[in-house]
């Protein structure tokens, strides 16, 4: 395989895991080793954060933000600009390192990263958005508005699933907003952050900015617990299970520091009786294999009228009949492997439990083996009949698994949709107007996302993205998600010659 791409993101055998800016810091004892589950092999090494060079980090990011909040935001935005047009320039070689270290498709790494293009270029619109409102005050010759200011240093934890992409929804948003940023990567994708540090190093080098903008620091969850526990980071964004949510929750929580959550999802497509084949089969087979079933957003339940449940279900099967798995590099390929080994047996383990719960197979998995499947991260997306009360059907096994079920009213599928955890993704498929609007309503899904004849999988960045209940709450991206990283103030300008107390209240003076 050619591996050109590396070097271009200036990636070595052995990396700084550790970086405020232009500089990085020195190698510490201990490394993370980064293999490819395309092919098994060692990509590189990330040296992992010391508590020492944490404390370098937080307070070099301290002394930035001291002059990142007095930079004016649309100059702000001119550095994210130029960040954008750096992602440009690297966009195939980086589309390339996520595709080879975390496994999704080259099309979907290199989706990945005009994501990333695509929030540059919302950022910088935002940077001149950054709107309070006005009041009219109850008293005379007094005026009243809102302010925004940044809240200081944001703490980003990313999962690997979008090694890249999740940290420039929040990085790029946040530093328009004054804010400046500390990120840990996935310990499973350590490549694709230094590559990023790498490409904001030029940028800020080229602009003469401060060391500790934008901070990287490498490491398994002990790092990640450095920034949740550290009242020096105000906001702490984690992206990963509803299991790390729930601790990062407590321990921030626990300084009553703010948190911004994106966490699992279980998401389901309703197919109504007057569902449109083609919409269903491209939505439902994308969204459950694409990324091989490693999407927050993967469709893993469709919940189908019992008139057209048989169709659905031989159709959909004629369809994973059709998937090419393989090598995710090359573009013929339409599924590549899952993470790792652990995430296989994981998936192994979820199909044992369906069949002895009683799930019918449709299509079965398995863990493929022969030439080009050496990493043995390589597996077959499988789908199920289960009951709607399906106990695995309420869990998010984050693999290429999809449960298909019936159901007889509108009502009663979005009640069967709406009984899991999870709350990020949902869909309906129809071309009755009453049935959409219903989904849509206060009645219908109580999902972050509710989609019309879109699957469920993936979103555009300009709306808010993010999921209720045990998704965690958060909304990132477009829309006005950027208040989470700003603090909001009211202010009262007094222009009279008098001082009026609330209440009526009179002093003798
Ligand atoms: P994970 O929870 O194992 O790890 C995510 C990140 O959290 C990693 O960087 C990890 O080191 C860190 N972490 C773990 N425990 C921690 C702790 N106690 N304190 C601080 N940091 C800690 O998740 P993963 O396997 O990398 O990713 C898959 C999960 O992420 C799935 O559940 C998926 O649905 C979810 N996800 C959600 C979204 C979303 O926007 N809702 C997006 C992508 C992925």
Redesign the pocket.
């Known amino acids: 395989m050619n591996l050109d791409f590396l070097q271009e993101l200036g990636l070595k055998a052995d990396n700084d895991g550790t970086s405020t800016g232009q500089t990085s810091h020195h190698n510490s004892a201990e490394h993370i080793a980064s293999y490819s589950p395309v092919d098994g092999k060692l990509i590189g090494k990330a040296s992992v954060t010391t508590k020492d060079q944490y404390e370098a980090v937080i307070q070099t990011a301290q002394t930035a933000f001291k002059h990142w909040r007095t930079v004016p935001a649309p100059q702000r935005g001119e550095i994210v600009r130029q960040y954008g047009d750096a992602l440009r320039q690297h966009k195939d070689a980086l589309g390339r390192l996520v595709s080879y270290e975390m496994g999704k498709s080259l099309q979907e790494g290199w989706g990945e990263v005009q994501e990333m293009i695509d929030i540059c270029d919302f950022a910088v619109g935002l940077s001149r958005q950054l709107y309070g409102l006005t009041m009219h005050s109850e008293r005379p010759m007094h005026r009243m508005y809102e302010q925004w200011h940044p809240l200081g240093i944001v703490g980003i ?6 090694p890249v992409a ?1 940290w420039s929804w929040n990085s790029m948003i946040a530093l328009v907003c004054g804010d400046v940023t500390v990120w ?5 994708a350590p490549m694709c952050g230094i590559a990023c540090q790498n490409i904001w190093a030029k940028v800020a080098k080229d602009n003469d900015l401060p060391e500790g903008i934008s901070s990287l620091v490498n ?3 002990k ?3 450095y ?2 526990k550290d009242g020096r980071v105000p906001l702490v964004s ?8 729930k ?2 929750a407590q ?1 921030v929580g626990a300084r009553l520091g703010k948190s911004l959550l ?4 279980n998401n389901a497509i309703i197919i109504t009786e007057t569902a449109d084949m083609d919409l269903v089969l491209t939505g439902a087979l994308f969204g459950a294999v694409g990324t091989c079933g ?4 993967s469709t893993r339940r469709l919940i189908v009228h019992e008139s057209r449940y048989n169709e659905v279900r031989d159709k959909l099967k004629a369809a994973y009949g059709q998937l090419r798995i393989g090598d995710p590099l090359d573009t013929n390929n339409h599924v590549g492997p899952l ?1 790792d080994k652990d995430s296989v047996n994981t998936y192994l383990k979820a199909i044992e439990s369906i069949k002895a719960e009683g799930g019918k197979t449709v299509v079965d998995g398995g863990v493929l083996e022969g030439p080009g499947y050496e990493s043995g991260c390589y597996v077959k997306p499988c789908f199920f009949e289960v009951k709607a009360d399906s106990k695995m059907a309420q869990h ?1 096994t ?1 693999a290429p698994i999809l449960y298909i079920m019936p159901y007889s009213t509108l009502e009663e599928a979005i009640e069967i949709q709406n009984s899991v955890p999870q709350g ?1 993704s949902s869909a309906i498929m129809t071309t009755n107007m009453r049935e959409s609007e219903l989904f849509l309503s206060t009645a219908g899904s109580d999902c972050g996302i509710a989609n019309v004849n879109i699957g469920t999988s993936g979103a555009e960045i300009g709306g808010a ?3 209720e209940k045990e ?2 709450g ?1 909304r ?1 991206s477009g829309s006005d998600s950027w208040k989470a990283y700003m603090r909001r103030q009211t202010n009262t300008i007094n222009y009279s010659t008098t001082l009026p107390l609330a209440q009526g209240i009179k002093f003798d003076l």
């Open positions: 934890i990313s999962a690997f699933n979008f999740v840990k990567p996935s310990e499973k490491g398994d969850y790092i990640g617990e920034m949740t984690a992206t990963g299970s509803t299991r790390m949510g601790i990062v321990t994106e966490l699992g999802g490693q999407r927050c957003t993470i998010e984050f990020l993205f993010g999921g998704t965690g958060g990132e």
